[in-house]
């Protein structure tokens, strides 16, 4: 089986969140890069498991500058096969997923799979908007992963609960908890990710159909009032005349 | 014209009357649904401000692939400018799609209305940030962020129209579905209790769900929590887990680290309840205790008891 995995940039979890350029821009000072958790602990480990099992090849792509390589390499050394970047800002959601979907057209993957969104901008949209545009069927959320032939068979979470669903390939998964479990890269995989392909791949021209003009940081909460814990009727009384809430 | 997509397969949910509330703000709305929901349920949209309720019967929504090209074909026959869908599981699996198909901007999970300029907060940052989205397109799609306006009644029930529209054969076949009964969604809750590793095993959270029950709240877990197996994955709250902003949300022996703080700081109140009066929880908090759960649960629990008695 082909397949493709999205992967994303994402600044490292314990990242202090700052912007610059008159709060236009995510400050990248002092800020660790990591490959979007999502992206690799459930969409890269199940590709790779399948590949494991089944046989097939498996690609990573991303749309990035070349200060991506860093990540890239990363993604490598965990197992996939080869890597393509495509040589753009990711402007916002819909640019991204059609770069990759212009270049998965050419390519023709039997699976795509991505995180369920990455924790940065966490808009839930790319993997939903590649489906479209290549016109597969999309499964988002998706907690398990099988596949027999072309049939492959998909446990994902829905409101209030789980449910488990059968389509053919080629499709598109958004990969969430329960998919696969974090893998670690060792020596021997970080020594050949440095070998193995990454294929810079020009744009194409898209046009903007969002764009984040600013950005702000929550206001400062106010000094936590301790209570005693003796005392639970006060809390239960400041609940509900001060802050309303029950 | 404004579309309000609704997800009718539960039933019609509060996050539903926030989005026609949403809506209405916006301008005329009809609100579209598909599937088996009962008409009487259906006309309630309509005490939101929908002015009618559109459904095709035929379409169950198991295949997000047939419910775009339905949305689709509604949105161009009747001159929509903007779809409002719900940012739950459901909104944000069908969004993205739409907004492929009709070349539309999508505002990802939306906190407020646009602004005058027409921008429109957003989380980011898993809730460390904000950010204000704008949409160039002409046709605009905003998936609302449950809890994020309250729903506000100005009508009567309104009339539930059914429609038949021909979105291809279905390729996505479900064949199970589990839904736990009687539990509140977590993103949907307005009260949360939340508890951590400090409860020291899966036996001792009967004290939470006790409490859980008397607030009418939904539980919630930090992710060593989940991943130990102690309760299941999905109230995994945090950046890696589910994104949460109930009115209350009260932490039961949970340290407060960064990746959890991400996933619960849009929460209206904060309570904590810990041992180590060190713990960052606390500098999150709005309410703090220094103790052990093991007595304080117990005895917030008797006090809300109390509290609902009187
Ligand atoms: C990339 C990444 C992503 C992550 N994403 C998430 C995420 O989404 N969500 C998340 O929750 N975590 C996440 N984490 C993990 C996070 O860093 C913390 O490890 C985790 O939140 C700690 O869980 P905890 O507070 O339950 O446990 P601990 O940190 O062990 O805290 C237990 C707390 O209980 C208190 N306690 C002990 N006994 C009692 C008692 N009897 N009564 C009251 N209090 C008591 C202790 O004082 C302590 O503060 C992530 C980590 C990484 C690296």
Redesign the interface.
């Known amino acids: 089986m082909k397949i493709l995995v999205c992967i994303s940039k994402a600044?490292d979890?314990?990242s202090k969140?700052a912007?610059s350029e008159e709060n236009t821009k995510?400050d990248e000072n002092g800020v660790q890069f990591i490959v979007n958790?999502?992206d690799e602990w459930y969409a890269l480990v199940r590709a790779l498991e399948i590949k494991e099992a089944g046989g097939g090849q498996v690609t990573i792509i991303t749309v990035g500058g070349a200060s991506d390589d860093a990540i890239i390499r990363k993604a490598l050394a965990i197992g996939a096969d080869e890597a393509v970047r495509i040589d753009a800002e990711a402007k916002d959601?819909?640019f991204t997923?059609?770069q990759i979907s212009s270049y998965a057209k050419e390519n023709h993957y039997d699976l795509i799979l991505t995180g369920k969104e990455t924790?940065?901008?966490?808009?839930?949209?790319?993997?939903?908007?590649i489906?479209?545009?290549l016109d597969v069927?999309?499964?988002?959320?998706a907690?398990k992963l099988e596949v027999n032939g072309s049939t492959l068979?998909v446990e994902r979470?829905?409101?209030?609960?789980?449910?488990?669903?059968?389509?053919?390939a080629p499709a598109v998964i958004?990969c969430a908890?329960?998919m696969a479990e974090q893998r670690i890269p060792n020596m021997r995989g970080i020594m050949a990710a440095r070998t193995k392909p990454l294929n810079v791949v020009d744009a194409i021209e898209i046009?903007?159909?969002?764009?984040?003009?600013?950005?702000?940081?929550?206001n400062a909460?106010?000094a936590?009032?301790?209570?005693?814990?003796?005392n639970?009727?006060e809390?239960?009384?400041?609940?509900?005349n001060e802050?309303k809430?029950? | 014209m404004i579309l309000v997509y609704i997800?009718s397969?539960?039933g019609i949910?509060k996050s539903s009357f926030e989005a026609i509330t949403y809506g209405k703000k916006l301008g005329d709305v009809i609100a579209l649904t598909n599937g088996g929901a009962l008409s009487e349920d259906l006309a309630s949209l309509g005490q939101y401000g929908a002015s009618k309720v559109l459904v095709d019967r035929a379409i169950d929504g198991?295949?997000?692939?047939q419910i775009?090209k339905m949305i689709s074909s509604v949105v161009e026959n009747n001159g929509v400018k903007t779809i409002v869908f719900s940012h739950?599981?459901?909104g944000?699996?069908?969004?993205?799609?739409?907004?492929?198909?009709l070349?539309?901007?999508?505002?990802?999970?939306a906190i407020s209305l646009p602004d005058a300029?027409g921008?429109i907060d957003v989380?980011?940052?898993?809730?460390?940030?904000?950010?204000?989205?704008?949409?160039?397109?002409e046709v605009k799609i905003i998936s609302l962020l449950p809890n994020s306006i309250q729903p506000e009644e100005n009508g009567g029930s309104c009339p539930v129209e059914e429609i038949s529209v021909d979105t291809g054969s279905v390729?996505?076949?479900?064949?199970?579905?589990?839904?736990?009964e009687g539990?509140i969604?977590l993103p949907e809750a307005?009260?949360v209790v939340s508890a951590g590793r400090g409860l020291k095993g899966p036996e001792n959270w009967g004290m939470v769900e006790d409490l859980a029950v008397s607030?009418g709240a939904a539980t919630a877990c930090s992710r060593p929590v989940?991943d130990i197996g102690w309760r299941p994955?999905?109230e995994?709250v945090g950046?890696?887990?589910v994104?949460i902003r109930p009115?209350?949300y009260i932490a039961i022996g949970i340290s407060g680290a960064?990746?959890h703080l991400?996933g619960v700081?849009g929460s209206?109140?904060i309570?904590?309840i810990n041992t180590d009066s060190e713990a960052p929880f606390?500098?999150?908090?709005?309410?703090?205790?220094?103790?052990?759960a093991f007595?304080?649960v117990p005895?917030?629990n008797?006090?809300?008891n109390?509290?609902k008695t009187s």
């Open positions: 600044p979890t314990t969140i912007f995510f958790p999502y959601a819909y997923a059609i924790i940065n901008y966490n808009g839930s949209q790319v993997g939903g908007m489906a479209a545009e069927p999309f499964v988002s959320l907690s068979t979470e829905i409101v209030g609960g789980l449910q488990v669903v059968e389509l053919n958004s908890k329960g046009e903007n159909l969002t764009e984040f003009v600013s950005y702000s940081l929550p909460k106010s936590v009032k301790m209570i005693d814990p003796e639970m009727d809390l239960v009384e400041l609940l509900h802050a809430v029950i | 997800n397969t539960n949910s198991g295949d997000q692939q775009t739950d599981l459901f944000k699996s069908v969004a993205p799609m739409l907004s492929v198909r070349r539309a901007g999508l505002v990802s999970g300029d921008c989380n980011v940052f898993s809730g460390k940030a904000l950010g204000k989205v704008r949409v160039n397109s390729s996505i076949k479900v064949l199970s579905t589990k839904k736990p539990e969604p307005e009260l607030l989940a994955h999905h995994h950046q890696t887990g994104a009115n209350l960064i990746q991400a700081n209206k109140v309570v904590v606390f500098k999150a908090a709005d309410y703090g205790i220094i103790g052990d007595e304080v005895r917030l008797e006090a809300v109390k509290f």
